[in-house]
């Protein structure tokens, strides 16, 4: 019998530039692709908020839908099943005679718990569970640091990494699989089996953003090649106007971050260099920052009082003000129509997540934590690293202290809606 691995997507659903896939198919005879969505992922909170809203749950569907067509071109398919992980691989791997099974390392504990359990699970069964890295710019091996020296300062992290570390060439996308055959690949779920029906209830979606690999290519390429090719090249844009809208894809793993920074490259060498695709390379800087303080600090990004060591006891009640902001009904005209088009779409761009973060925190004085976890449930692009990162940043109780206190609410406002026109439109 041919060696069989089993490869379990979780925020990597992509072919390209797929490590773990590639190396699969290198090394087995036959792959078995498997997604499980796991009920924990669309629990509560202990902030009574969601942990996948509506709107990113849609977007993990049509993804998870995506790549199983893929492999379906492919000749072969996804797996698809609902259930606990460290239940579930165990039993797939003593039902289909696998040798070993493959996976991207997480970087938050309650994702990495779970790569723990299963680990542990499969270890009883003699199977090991192979841990890729795939979901960074650079590789930590590749930077000129080890993690626990990496600068809290991101201009210091930033400027190192530039000068001494290389960003890899992306994995090419393979052109044939051999596949594992099995008859029933499970039901992709509808919204309403994975929420519960007040979470799916309470929201529109409105989303223009549609999950999947394919989908996410074809933006990244529209976004480069915009109306007749040129648009970005030519135009003046301002640095917070570069706004890509890759994110979501970023978060999902359905693009990598390295076929957007070679795609900017190659941009660069059709059109010359030009301020805004670098932009966008700073954005993923920042994305593998957050990431790897993650991986330095763990937990104490999800902590109220951060890295501060002598902050007040907080209170971290579900306020009315709270409630207001949430709702997009606090009377701040502006925060209001960020806080409405987030919810009814899940994305919002920088400066607005800056500006609404900074009014909950500082005018209505409502912990940050609590906004964090909003975010976590509505946000079609949440991450955990970048988005407790950043929220701790603009609290003012991140790690990099040339970034406390550099919030200013009016200031915020005047780069986002210097006219008031945002505000009028959305409000209309
Ligand atoms: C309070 C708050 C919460 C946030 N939560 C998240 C989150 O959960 N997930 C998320 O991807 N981003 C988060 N961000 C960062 C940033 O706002 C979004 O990445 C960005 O707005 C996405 O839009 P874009 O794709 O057009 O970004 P672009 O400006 O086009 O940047 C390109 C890519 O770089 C990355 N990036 C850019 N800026 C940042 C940053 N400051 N931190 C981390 N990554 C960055 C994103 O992957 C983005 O797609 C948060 C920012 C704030 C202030």
């Given at each position: 019998m041919g060696k069989k691995i089993l490869v379990w997507f979780r925020n990597d659903l992509r072919l390209h530039d797929n490590e773990m896939l590639v190396e699969a198919v290198s090394k087995a005879d036959e792959i078995l692709p498997v997604y499980i969505f796991d009920p924990r992922q669309f629990q509560k909170t202990q902030y009574h908020t969601?942990?996948?809203?509506v709107v990113r749950t849609k977007l993990l569907i049509e993804s998870v839908s995506s790549l199983q067509q893929s492999f379906r071109q492919m000749g072969g398919n996804l797996l698809v099943l609902q259930g606990c992980p460290e239940d579930i691989l165990p039993e797939l791997v003593v039902e289909y005679g696998i040798a070993e099974v493959y996976h991207h390392r997480e970087v938050a504990s309650e994702e990495t718990a779970i790569s723990i359990k299963v680990e542990d699970a499969l270890w009883k069964q003699k199977v090991n569970l192979k841990h890729f890295i795939g979901h960074?710019?650079?590789n930590k091996e590749d930077l000129p640091f080890p993690i626990k020296d990496i600068p809290d300062v991101f201009t210091q992290f930033k400027k190192k990494t530039e000068r001494d570390a290389v960003v890899k060439p992306c994995f090419p996308t393979p052109a044939a699989i051999n596949f594992v055959g099995f008859e029933d690949s499970g039901a992709i779920p509808e919204i309403g089996d994975l929420l519960q029906d007040s979470a799916v209830a309470i929201l529109k979606v409105q989303s223009e953003f549609k999950g999947g690999e394919q989908e996410a290519l074809l933006h990244l390429h529209d976004y480069l090649h915009a109306s007749e090719g040129m648009v970005l090249a030519n135009a003046t844009l301002k640095k917070h106007e570069v706004?890509?809208?890759l994110s979501a894809w970023l978060a999902l793993g359905c693009l990598s971050p390295r076929e957007v920074y070679w795609k900017m490259k190659d941009a660069e060498a059709n059109y010359g260099v030009r301020p805004y695709f670098h932009q966008i390379v700073l954005g993923l800087l920042w994305r593998d920052y957050y990431r790897f303080m993650f991986k330095k600090y763990g937990n104490t990004f999800f902590k109220?009082?951060?890295?501060?060591?002598?902050?007040?006891?907080l209170v971290l009640e579900n306020t009315s003000a709270l409630q207001h902001w949430k709702n997009g009904q606090t009377g701040q005209p502006l925060v209001d129509a960020c806080m409405q088009e987030l919810n009814t779409t899940g994305y919002i761009n920088q400066v607005a997540r800056q500006l609404v973060a900074t009014y909950l925190v500082k005018e209505l004085e409502v912990n940050w934590v609590l906004g964090a976890a909003y975010f976590e449930e509505q946000l079609i692009d949440y991450a955990p690293a970048s988005n407790w990162g950043n929220w701790a940043t603009v609290a003012g109780v991140g790690n990099d202290q040339k970034l406390v206190n550099s919030f200013d609410f009016e200031k915020l406002a005047k780069i986002l809606d210097p006219k008031g026109a945002f505000a009028q439109v959305v409000r209309a």
């Open positions: 969601y942990k996948t809203g960074t710019l650079y706004i890509s809208k109220p009082q951060g890295f501060k060591k002598d902050g007040e006891p």
